[in-house]
């Protein structure tokens, strides 16, 4: 078990995508047992229509190989036109969606540093979910 809470900015978007109907889905890399005990811990599950673990395919199959972003759109029905990505890591979560044709809000907020984030051509770039939420509501 781990002692983890959801930021009170995500579960305010996840509120507001369920109010308004919208397909959710979380693609994660890493050990997939990990991540389900995440997931679990943060009582997130059944917020989402779908939760691809990448690394049940291979370590390579992880993002940002499309295979993950692919079976998104899959599962969301939805083309790539018709889905953003939100993500915090430059390599896998932007680039992966950027090679599947998909918008993304690349997250930097307070992770700045952790990622060391130099690219600053991406005009998609927020500093927290907060940002999205005004742009939705």
Known sequence: NCNITIYNEAK?????????????????????EAQKNKIKNLKIENNFNFIIFARKWGLKYEKPHSKSFKEALNLSKCSASEVIFIGDNMNSDILGAKKSGIDYFHLVGDIKSKYNVQDRSINNTINSLTDILQVLQ
């Open 12 to 32: 305010n978007l996840i509120d507001l995508l369920d109010k308004k109907k919208i397909i959710k889905g979380i693609i994660t890399n890493g050990n997939v």
